[in-house]
């Protein structure tokens, strides 16, 4: 997303900005410059400040805070006085619930990666097509990703009740998939899978609709001319579309990453985390030592290795991943613009 | 299925590039085999997606015992208590009035502060311009639910708790690093020679932003207030934190709430579902140009 922003358009920018023929020019003030950037900043400082304010007052410092307080043995009242170093990090490493919350976030990215957004992309190409009623299932397939994820999260936990919800019905008497029958939420060997299908549900429509856009600024006599030098559909595929995608891959594997990081509503409605953790997540864990056992300097250290993991999971990104586009942007994303 | 109704004239030559990946001139599918496939491909996804919400609103027309006893088929008398029980109850109304005044306080602030900075960095060369820029466009990495505790912290601090405004400036504020940028696009597409025309007619920079850029920057304007109106209305996080009187909880606080309270009274608890989903998918059905629209521009653009 925001990754892409400033290639080098910067000098182009400013250079035009001074070729604009001032109105300083016309007024034959042209030796008045200095104080026409005073002026500049004054009135662009009154553009930005109301952004800068609330940017820095709701995001800036409570990422500070949390920094601070991450250091202290703190309950959450009065100011913090226990200070403790690092013992809250060094405690979180050992926990086995936190290094747990760090394998199952990873094993829900790699589920993403692996299923979700390959099922996305699949059904991207598919409404890529003329079919007769297309428009329908696009709007169709987005509108989970309209609702809330509480919302969602109690239609599922009701649809995989144990005994009584749809899916056991659903299921009852066909072979190999009867036995999840009961299980679902309930049972930790199922719980995070069945917190992986809820996800697809709400989120793959809206990866299909990045696709979709991608695919849409894909010139169509790419692969005509492809189709002339003898590619079946799926090099087409492989070797036109997937590459010339690139970008809007890459950008939706990012956000993936970036929710699974913060997911909290879903597990929390239908699991609270449970059953034994089983499908615990940082941000619950962090909700739990902070809201409900009141360690709020210990949950402030989550909130910090949430932002960490987050910070460095996209700086690398930028840096290893997105950095391409930007060269190839010019032929890829720029077509889309 | 597939050859005999092939009309001869729709088998030309074009049919080698209407492929699986071709965005061109397919087929009309529905003669081809592969078209059988992709229609049993798109039904199969179809019914993923709508199954558990037609469940829900079947559902809400049950009895529990109903509901137990006889979980797929249409109810045996379709019966609205069960909806018409939570329409005339002052609560689940109070939740959604709630959740729209700060859904529209979120986008209003928003949006206005995010127009205004956007246009400082879309439109002026300044010292600092691109350190400020990256600053908020940082904000996108960061996950909401990585500064909801010290948010706490710090709105009770301020004395916010219980009160609309400790909802709506965080999630503004959270809201900006999109919104500057999206509209920053916008407002750069704007021609430079409009605002000298502007300023030639006596217009401030001010009265350009208002009177000129703003009108014309509508449609950009509409994306990013539904984004900022669905992203609050959906918001649970925050608010759960935030109001601890009832009087205050938004949709999904309450939807929560309900499952809670009514937990083994299914078919009531789906049809607080159904209704509590109607805003959104009305509210999806009127914009969805702008939402679909925003939600892309502001993934591909940044």
Redesign the interface.
């Known amino acids: 997303m925001t990754l892409s922003v400033e290639t080098g358009d910067r000098p182009v920018d400013s250079a035009r900005a001074r070729n604009r023929p001032g109105r300083g020019r016309y007024r034959g003030r042209e030796s008045a410059r200095p104080a026409r950037r005073i002026r500049d900043w004054a009135s662009v400082t009154w553009f930005l400040v109301p952004a800068l304010l609330l940017f820095a007052l709701f995001v800036l410092v409570p990422i500070a805070v949390a920094l601070y307080t991450s250091l202290f043995r703190w309950g959450g009242f009065g100011p913090p006085e226990d200070f403790v170093g690092l013992g809250n990090y060094t405690r979180l490493f050992d926990d086995p619930v936190f290094r747990g919350d760090l394998w199952r976030g990873l094993f829900l990215v790699v589920l993403s990666i692996a299923v979700q957004l390959p099922f996305a992309l699949g059904t991207a190409v598919l409404l890529n097509q003329r079919l007769p009623g297309r428009a329908v299932y696009r709007t169709l397939f987005f509108a989970p990703y309209v609702l809330s994820e509480v919302v969602t999260g109690v239609l599922f936990g009701m649809i995989f009740l144990p005994g009584d919800g749809l899916a056991d019905h659903l299921l009852d008497g066909v072979p190999v998939l009867d036995g999840l029958a009961g299980r679902w939420f309930s049972d930790p060997s199922t719980a995070l899978p069945t917190v992986f299908l809820v996800m697809t549900w709400k989120y793959f429509g809206f990866h299909m609709m990045l696709y979709l856009a991608g695919l849409q600024s894909i010139p169509s006599e790419v692969l005509e001319a492809a189709a002339i030098d003898g590619a079946g559909p799926w090099r087409r595929f492989r070797h036109v579309t997937l590459p010339l995608l690139g970008p809007t891959l890459r950008i939706s594997v990012f956000l993936s990453v970036i929710g699974s990081i913060q997911l909290f509503d879903l597990v929390w409605v239908t699991t609270s985390g449970g059953p034994t953790h089983s499908s615990e997540t940082m941000a619950v864990t962090m909700f739990q030592f902070g809201f409900k056992r009141y360690q709020v300097g210990y949950a402030g250290a989550i909130s910090v290795v949430m932002f960490a993991v987050s910070l460095v999971f996209s700086l690398l990104y930028q840096r290893f991943a997105l950095r391409r586009d930007l060269r190839g942007a010019v032929t890829s994303m720029g077509a889309g613009r | 299925m597939s050859g005999g109704r092939a009309l001869p004239g729709r088998t030309s030559p074009r049919r080698?590039?209407s492929?699986?990946?071709?965005?061109?001139?397919?087929?009309?599918?529905?003669t081809t085999a592969g078209g059988v496939l992709?229609?049993a491909?798109?039904w199969a996804?179809?019914a993923?997606?709508?199954?558990?919400?037609l469940?829900?609103v079947i559902?809400g027309f049950k009895t529990t015992g109903d509901?137990?006893a006889n979980?797929?088929g249409l109810p045996s008398d379709w019966r609205p208590s069960n909806y018409s029980g939570i329409l005339s109850s002052g609560a689940f109304w109070r939740q959604i009035g709630n959740s729209a005044m700060i859904a529209v306080g979120t986008a209003l602030?928003t949006v206005?502060?995010?127009a205004?900075?956007a246009?400082?960095f879309a439109r002026?060369?300044?010292?600092g311009r691109?350190v400020?820029?990256?600053?908020?466009?940082?904000?996108?990495?960061?996950?909401?639910?990585?500064?909801?505790?010290?948010?706490?912290?710090?709105l009770r601090t301020f004395g916010l708790l219980d009160n609309p405004l400790g909802v709506v400036?965080?999630q503004?504020?959270?809201g900006?690093?999109?919104t500057?940028?999206i509209l920053r696009g916008f407002f750069r597409t704007i021609p430079?020679e409009l605002e000298?025309a502007a300023?030639m007619d006596g217009c401030g920079?001010?009265g350009f932003?208002w009177r000129i850029l703003l009108p014309m920057a509508r449609p950009a304007l509409g994306t990013v207030s539904v984004l900022a109106i669905?992203t609050s209305?959906?918001?649970?996080?925050l608010p759960l934190?935030v109001f601890t009187d009832p009087k205050w909880q938004t949709?999904?606080?309450g939807?929560?709430q309900f499952?809670g309270q009514y937990s083994t009274d299914?078919a009531l608890?789906?049809a607080y579902?159904v209704l509590?989903?109607v805003p959104?998918?009305a509210?999806?059905a009127v914009a969805?140009r702008q939402?679909?629209g925003g939600?892309?521009a502001?993934?591909?653009?940044?």
Do not use: C, D
């Open positions: 080698a590039p492929g699986r990946a071709s965005a061109g001139p397919a087929l009309a599918g529905r992709r229609h491909a798109v996804i179809g993923f997606v709508a199954v558990p919400l469940y829900a559902s509901l137990t979980p797929f602030l206005a502060a995010s205004l900075a246009f400082a002026y060369a300044f010292r691109e400020f820029f990256t600053l908020f466009a940082m904000g996108l990495m960061f996950p909401f639910a990585v500064a909801v505790l010290p948010l706490f912290v710090l400036l965080p503004a504020a959270f900006l690093p999109m500057i940028i430079a000298e300023v920079r001010f932003f669905v209305w959906n918001n649970f996080f934190l949709i999904p606080v939807v929560q499952q299914y608890v789906l579902v509590a989903m959104a998918l509210f999806y969805e939402l679909i939600l892309t502001g993934a591909t653009k940044g």
